[in-house]
């Protein structure tokens, strides 16, 4: 018997920005039907809920701390509604004229780069670009939007102080075999650039860690 989601899952180019998906229900299982729009971001276990017991209790959410006390339920935020409220900002801003991008002109450079360039060979994916959009935006752009950038910021704020005081960290999730590493050699070319031809911003910086998390 065919399955048309199994027989072509992928629908979108890697370098286009997604325009179809495959639809899926409740227990993270396709229907069959493709909608004509991006996915939206969201946690999806892809196994069916387990039928609930006649009279059994209601359990407990999760939290996942693995024993050593790194989350707890104060700790729980709405992450998909502040990742798709960000992406749906981003998608604006990526449409505007570069005169109001509200970025220096080196990331100006940069972004019409990444985005035009006609690479003889390997070029970047679009998730990979959306990445380092998302960076430059929440760093350049968002401190300049009054109150619709600074709910982003002062999230972001509130997240790290509760779990890395005096620490300010960014995660940015990509599929695996997305390309992670290219992702941060276009974060470090954007900072290093900026942070060289201003030496006194604190935005920016020549400081880097190779590490990073598969």
Not at 128 to 143: D, F, G, R
């Amino acid at each position: 018997m065919s399955n048309p989601f199994f027989d072509q899952p992928i629908l979108n180019s890697p370098y286009a920005y997604p325009v179809r998906h495959w639809e899926l229900d409740d227990t993270g299982q396709p229907t069959q039907a493709i909608k004509e729009s991006r996915r939206q971001a969201d946690f999806i276990t892809p196994i069916p809920k387990p039928r609930k017991q006649k009279g059994a209790a209601d359990q407990a959410s999760l939290v996942f701390d693995e024993g050593q006390g790194l989350s707890s339920d104060k700790q729980q935020y709405d992450h998909t509604a502040v990742i798709n409220a960000v992406r749906a900002e981003v998608d604006k801003w990526r449409q505007l004229p570069s005169s109001a991008w509200r970025v220096t002109p080196e990331t100006a450079r940069l972004l019409q780069h990444w985005r035009n360039h006609p690479f003889s060979g390997i070029r970047p994916f679009f998730c990979q670009i959306e990445a380092v959009e998302t960076a430059i935006w929440l760093t350049e752009v968002a401190p300049q939007l009054g109150k619709n950038g600074q709910r982003f910021l002062d999230h972001l704020a509130k997240a790290n102080a509760e779990a890395n005081p005096d620490l300010r960290r960014l995660a940015l999730k990509l599929a695996t075999g997305a390309g992670k590493t290219t992702v941060m050699a276009m974060l470090i070319a954007w900072q290093t650039i900026n942070a060289v031809r201003r030496p006194s911003s604190q935005k920016f910086t020549r400081g880097f860690s190779s590490s990073h998390r598969a």
